[in-house]
């Protein structure tokens, strides 16, 4: 799922058959700095 909030779009997306969740985070203003850099983490949610 995704949703936008104060100018971040927030994606997250969990595969069927992994482990591992992925979350990023990319500015949806093309005017922004950040738009140039987006943010990707990911967590193993196998504990």
């Given amino acids: 799922g995704s949703f936008n909030s104060t100018g971040l779009v927030v994606s997250s997306k969990l595969p069927r058959f992994s482990d591992t969740y992925t979350l990023t985070v990319a ?19 196998a504990e």
Avoid: C, G, M
């Avoid at 500015?27 to 949610?45: E, F, G, M, R």
């Fill in 27 to 45: 500015s949806s203003d093309p005017k922004s700095v950040s738009a140039h850099a987006s943010v990707q983490l990911a967590k193993s949610v």
